[in-house]
């Protein structure tokens, strides 16, 4: 009887310690699976994010396309020598300007753009910049708030001349294809202009607050 006892409680204990085995096996198993799907949603999330970032880029080729149009028509209407905020246009580089706005800063104050358009940089802290340079609302795409701010890089907001220099091509001289300039209709390449360049900074914000920012250059 006493053997059997023994032979009987041997028994229970290793079915207790199987299913003690079991049991941690299973939990494991379920931290494995829960980690899989956590990995799963963040990878989904990642790639969404990516897409809509992508998809703010587009967006803002189109808006520089935009501007492009508005400052040829500007400069058709002789208007490129003065500042129009309401506009977003801009005849000197603003050299202190920080498209951005990442880098303010109480120390090292930085103009910033107004790319809210609530007129007051509110998404600087106060303090951190100097002047909240106005920007111009563009045509939504797909959805998508647009603003863009140009610079005509030069000196000032004057007429360009020898005390108001701009930044311009090299050389006004004719060209070859591999060079700056500009494709005729009959498909050949004229001299390249003697204009200043322009920069065209575009703030694309898109689904889930993607944000995009572009810079294009550009000439006449």
Partial sequence: MATGSLLTFSA?????MSLLFTIMTLVVLSL??????????IGALIVGNLAFK??????SAVVAAEAIAALDQRRIQGKLDADEGVAGYYASSMDNLDPTGASTSATDKMDIVDWLGDGKCSYAAAGSF?????????TPVRGSTVRWVITRLC??????SPT???????????????DRGLLTAGGRITGVSSSAYYRILVRTEGARNTVSFTETMLHF
């Fill in 155 to 160: 000196k000032s907001a004057l007429v360009q």
């Fill in 32 to 41: 494995a699976a829960v980690a899989l799907v956590r990995s799963v949603d």
């Fill in 130 to 138: 100097n002047n909240c340079v106005q920007a111009k609302l563009g």
């Fill in 164 to 178: 108001n220099p701009c930044t311009q091509p090299a050389s006004s001289a004719p060209t070859t294809a591999s």
């Fill in 54 to 59: 992508q998809d703010a880029t587009a967006a």
């Fill in 12 to 16: 229970a204990r290793q079915r207790g």
